[in-house]
């Protein structure tokens, strides 16, 4: 199955929720979603290249529902990847949870970004710099910036209730620099390692984190 494909399946898919997709148009972005295929860190255009086993595909949906955004995202092997490549899925992952934990009131985001990295780095893989989480509700891109690293500042913004955030660790299976392709979009790794991207947009409450894009079971309505 080609990317394109992808994408046309998951804006019919977003249609039948009453939706539209949040991505096309943004900037001047031209899909529906960001597939991103290996060593493509995020923003991977759909095309007709064809997915083949082993290759590891970052799927980005952002959609826009009854005014308000929602913002995912999540790396799956195409029938199965190398234990290498599993191994940094799988850290991905742990590391967003790790970051999400951290999303309680009181905390700052800075606590969120120094959970991410601690992990990664302690797996020996790289974290992204050039690219960050970030505050999502009404527009795509609100405040405060969510770094995946502890940027060094001295003061960090305080999580409140109410507060909805982005958190998506972007990490490297080699060096955590990035490069931007000639089409504008598709950032890859500088050294053509694999790069995996986990997102859930996290509601910060007077308690437990809440995640606002919990994958719902095939065919179910939202509420």
């Known amino acids: 199955m080609s990317t394109r494909q992808i994408d046309n399946f998951a804006a019919e898919r977003i249609r039948s929720y009453d939706a539209k997709s949040a991505f096309i148009g943004y900037r001047g972005y031209p899909c529906q979603t960001c597939l991103s295929v ?7 255009l759909a095309t007709e290249r064809e997915l083949k086993f082993g290759d590891i595909l970052s799927i980005d949906v952002g959609v826009v529902h009854k005014g308000f955004i929602g913002d995912t995202a999540r790396t799956i092997s195409v029938g199965g990847c190398s234990l ?4 940094l899925l799988d850290v ?19 606590d969120i970004s120094i959970a991410v990295q601690q ?13 960050v989480g970030h505050g999502v509700g009404r527009s795509m891109h609100e405040e405060p910036q969510v770094p995946n690293f502890d940027e060094g500042k001295k003061s960090s913004p305080k999580l409140k209730p ?44 007077d308690g ?5 894009t919990w994958v719902k079971p095939s065919g179910s309505k939202p509420e």
């Not at 290996?38 to 991977?44: F, I, Y």
């Not at 992990?119 to 690219?131: D, I, L, S, T």
């Not at 890859?188 to 509601?203: C, I, K, P, R, W």
């Not at 437990?208 to 606002?212: A, G, S, W």
Request: proline share 4%.
């Open 38 to 44: 290996n060593d493509e860190v995020v923003h991977g």
């Open 84 to 87: 290498a490549a599993q191994r």
């Open 92 to 110: 991905t992952e742990q590391s967003l949870y790790l970051g999400i934990a951290q999303a309680r009131p009181g905390n700052r985001v800075v």
């Open 119 to 131: 992990y990664v780095e302690a797996n020996h893989f790289g974290v992204v710099r050039e690219f």
């Open 162 to 205: 109410g507060m909805t955030i982005a958190i998506e660790p972007m990490v490297n299976a080699g060096r955590p620099e990035v490069k931007i392709l000639k089409d504008g979009w598709t950032v890859v790794t500088q050294d053509g390692s694999l790069s995996a991207h986990f997102e859930h947009t996290v509601l910060v409450t």
């Open 208 to 212: 437990e984190p809440e995640i606002l």
